[in-house]
Nanobody, 124 residues
């Protein structure tokens, strides 16, 4: 079992940057792909970014060029660097791990392990 714990959320202003961290415990992340999803109030959970076990990255169009997903295998952690934040980025952000195929990366149902989520609020 992989346990994921997010940290680094908070309240920021429009245009600011924030870095989310997700630390894994239990079993290692090394052979698994990792991703970030987010869920705003009243909306479905949506894909943000993924980093496949082979190293390729994928981003939602809404964050492409602003967000960067990365990982440190020595710390068994994955990160989301968020730049130029906007009020529409306000949501609870979730870290995920699993082994989905490329066509299902953006579907939360295909990710097997989840963190508890962390709030990110961007004020205008």
């Amino acid at each position: 079992q992989v346990l994921l714990v997010e940290s680094g959320g908070g309240v920021v202003h429009s245009g600011d940057s924030l870095r989310l961290s997700c630390a894994a415990s239990g079993r290692t992340l090394n052979s698994r792909s990792t991703a970030w999803f987010r869920q705003a109030p009243g909306k479905e959970r949506e894909f943000v970014a993924a980093l496949r076990s082979g190293g390729t990255t994928h981003y939602a169009n809404s964050v492409k060029g602003r967000f960067i997903i990365s990982r440190d295998n020595t710390k068994d952690s994955v990160y989301l660097q968020m730049n130029s934040l906007q009020p529409d980025d306000t949501a609870v952000y979730y870290c995920a791990a699993g082994q989905p195929i490329s066509s299902t990366l953006n579907n939360p149902h295909y990710w097997s392990h989840w963190g508890q989520g962390i709030q990110v609020t961007v004020s205008s």
